[in-house]
């Protein structure tokens, strides 16, 4: 079964970093687009980052800066560098693989910032 699953959540005080990892299986991972989105209580899940399976990368326009999505597809691993956190940061963050015709999400990691 296909298998997305994220890790490096945790609870961060305000300007600290975190580094959230997903950890794909059973799918052609160079063939898929993986983003990282985030939904925080009550709030829609919003698009966190982008990186296509050619390598380019898309932000937020509100985290460029302090967000950096990669990849590595010998180890099918997608990373999120998270810097200079702030408590509007909080949220779950999920992992999403995609192609025109498929899609995967994870379970998703809590983030939480304090301030």
């Known amino acids: 079964q296909e298998q997305l699953l994220e890790s490096g959540g945790g609870l961060v005080q305000a300007g600290g970093s975190l580094r959230l990892s997903c950890a794909a299986s059973?799918?052609?991972?160079?063939?898929?687009?993986i983003a990282w989105y985030r939904q925080a209580p009550g709030k829609q899940r919003e698009l966190v980052a982008l990186?296509?399976?050619?390598?380019?990368?898309n932000y937020a326009d509100s985290l460029k800066g302090r967000f950096t999505i990669s990849r590595d597809n010998a180890k099918n691993t997608v990373n999120l560098e998270m810097n200079n956190l702030k408590p509007e940061d909080t949220a779950v963050y999920y992992c999403?693989?995609?192609?025109?015709?498929?899609?995967?999400w994870g379970q998703g990691t809590q983030v939480t910032v304090s301030s």
């Open positions: 990186i296509t399976s050619g390598g380019d990368t």
């Open positions: 999403n693989a995609a192609t025109s015709y498929w899609t995967y």
């Open positions: 059973r799918i052609i991972f160079n063939k898929y687009n």
